[in-house]
């Protein structure tokens, strides 16, 4: 087996399994990852056009994961409401029932967090971190991590390290 296809298939395991568990802690909630990820995403960056929640998601690529928030507006915990500068846009943002779901998100991902920094403790993370940095800033949803953590450039819109 190669490096990058050794690579490929170790994040590809580490990912299924750590999703597994996310969606384990998530089904009392009747959240799937995506959904809990676009609230959590809302819970820190609202209010949000229906392209600016599109570009922070991971879960999904493009600018317009409208499938994703009509379910979450279908059952009350994101709002859908016309921007008021241009009628032709819409601005997002939670219910008081998706602020307290974001409240149980957060929790359900600080016990998986937890469960990483167990697994990792002791170990030099930083060089695994840079090197996973430049290879998913390489694709949309790693560059859509690097906005949400404010690693975008400025100017030329490359995601800075």
């Known amino acids: 087996m190669t490096p990058a296809e050794e690579l490929r298939y170790l994040i590809?395991?580490?990912q299924?399994?750590?999703?597994?568990?996310y969606a384990a802690d998530l089904r009392p909630l009747e959240l799937t990852p995506s959904q809990a990820e676009a609230i959590r995403v809302l819970a820190d960056h609202q209010p949000l056009s229906m392209s600016g929640l599109g570009e922070l998601l991971v879960?999904?690529?493009g600018d317009n994961p409208s499938r994703l928030v009509d379910r979450l507006v279908r059952v009350g915990l994101i709002n859908?409401?016309?921007d008021p500068a241009d009628r032709r846009h819409v601005t997002l943002t939670l219910t008081p029932a998706g602020v307290r779901l974001a409240r149980e998100v957060a929790t359900v991902e600080a016990r998986l967090h937890q469960t990483i920094e167990n697994l990792i403790a002791g170990q030099p993370v930083e060089p695994t971190l840079a090197l996973l940095r430049t290879f998913a800033n390489a694709f949309p949803a790693g560059?859509?991590?690097?906005r949400r953590q404010g690693r975008q450039g400025a100017d030329d819109?490359?995601?800075q390290q």
Do not use: K
Request: glycine letters at 10%; hydrophobic letters at 35%.
């Open 12 to 14: 590809l395991a580490i």
């Open 16 to 21: 299924r399994e750590g999703n597994r568990l």
């Open 59 to 61: 879960c999904e690529t």
């Open 80 to 82: 859908r409401d016309p």
């Open 143 to 146: 560059q859509a991590l690097a």
């Open 157 to 159: 819109g490359t995601v």
